[in-house]
């Protein structure tokens, strides 16, 4: 991802002294803060009086997190150097109610600090769960091929299945947002009848990175179907003895993994009823996104609460697994439906997807105002 550098300098020195005088100084200094740049005339302090001020709040902060004591004053001159795009720091977990609500400048990359780190060393695919061989989290390009080899198709079978968009913005190619393809479930013919299907989807996220974040397996057996009991062995035996179950409406199962393949404890029913889909669009056939976290046109006014809604839809899950059985209870399967998630990285990647998208927004209103520049004005 090209980093998105800002077109002029943050007084970050400034600023901080202002966050930490409102956080550290007490309410009878409260018109006085310590960074403001003397006015002659004006002031009603004395320098050594007001850096004392300063550096007392200062020190009452560190010490409440735990730091060390300041010995300077900061210099409300100082200039910090252009924060890039793809170094910008993560939001605090707690920001004041004004700064929650604030728009956030285009030129401030879009984070959220619910957004889960990725894996000390990066993410690997293959210690993650897998459905008939393909693992959540790989690469766009070898799901894409797992599922040629699995699923053969010819002509229009296969270009019917593949969805693909692009950004708006940009003239970047278009890329695979997900696919679905299908064919007879040879296990539930009968001699004279097969009737049963055997399908696959994936859902894919966009460039910058493009992984498989969403994978699903549908199985219907209209003759010699096997029992619920048979099933659900098999789903433990694969996914291990760690999950919640249901058995309303058929069998469902659910196991919840961090992002090193490991178990993680099951969420109960009541506490999964808010938690939402992915952020990834499988698209249409070839339309290119006005944004990608809210697929429209979005709204002038971005706040750190509208990005926080969007991390939060996720409940906290990284790798969500998830195995419904139709049928009668205790008796035969008709159907089928395994869905693995990979939200951790559909969270990650949404937001490099955003940030990638308005830095070519940008970038394109740069180069336009450039050009309008280049224009000679009419003769008069």
């Known amino acids: 991802m090209r980093p998105l550098t800002l077109d002029s300098g943050i007084l970050l020195p400034s600023i901080l002294c202002a966050l930490l005088w409102s956080a550290g100084a007490s309410q009878s200094d409260a018109q006085t803060p310590p960074c403001t ?30 730091g060390k004591n300041a010995s300077q004053p900061c210099s409300p001159a100082a200039t910090a150097a252009p924060v890039s795009m793809a170094s910008a720091p993560s939001a605090p977990a707690q920001a004041s109610a004004a700064n ?3 728009p956030i400048p285009p030129t401030v990359a879009y984070t959220s600090s619910l957004i889960p780190p990725a894996p000390a060393g990066g993410l690997d695919p293959s210690k993650l769960p897998d459905l008939i ?12 091929a797992a599922i040629d080899k699995l699923y053969p198709q010819t002509g229009a079978g296969r270009s019917n299945g593949l969805r693909t968009q692009g950004y708006a913005y940009t003239n970047d190619p278009f890329y695979p947002s997900s696919m679905s393809l299908s064919k007879r479930n040879m296990d539930g013919c009968a001699p004279n009848d097969c009737r049963g299907d055997d399908s696959i989807s994936a859902l894919f996220s966009g460039p ?3 992984r498989a974040v969403e994978l699903q397996r549908g199985l219907s057996w209209p003759t010699n179907q096997p029992t619920m009991a048979t099933l659900r062995a098999a789903f433990i035996q694969k996914y291990g003895q ?35 889909g992915m952020l990834a669009f ?15 046109p979005p709204p002038q006014v971005v706040t750190q609460e509208d990005l926080d809604r969007f991390a939060k839809i996720s409940c906290g899950r990284k790798i969500w697994v998830n195995a419904q059985v139709f049928g009668q209870p205790g008796g035969m399967a008709n159907s089928m439906q395994l869905t693995i998630r990979e939200y951790a990285v559909d969270l990650r990647d949404a937001f490099a997807a955003e940030n990638f998208m308005r830095q070519a927004k940008l970038a394109q209103g740069s180069q336009q105002l450039k050009n309008a520049q280049q224009q000679a004005a009419p003769a008069f």
């Not at 061989?133 to 894409?144: M, P």
């Not at 290119?288 to 429209?296: A, C, G, I, K, N």
């Open 242 to 276: 760690t999950f919640e179950e249901s058995n309303a409406g058929g069998l469902t199962m659910t196991w919840l993994f961090d992002e090193e393949g490991k178990p993680m404890p099951p969420q109960s029913r009541l506490a999964a009823m808010n938690c939402g």
């Open 282 to 296: 499988g698209g249409g056939p070839s339309q290119r996104l006005p944004d990608y976290l809210f697929r429209s």
């Open 208 to 210: 910058p990175e493009q």
């Open 100 to 102: 929650y609500k604030a």
């Open 133 to 144: 061989g393909i693992h959540i989290g790989d690469s766009t390009d070898r799901v894409l």
């Open 37 to 66: 740049p003397a006015q002659s005339g004006s002031s009603n302090q004395k320098p050594a009086q007001a850096a004392q001020q300063f550096l007392s709040a200062v020190n009452n902060l560190k010490s409440a997190l735990g």
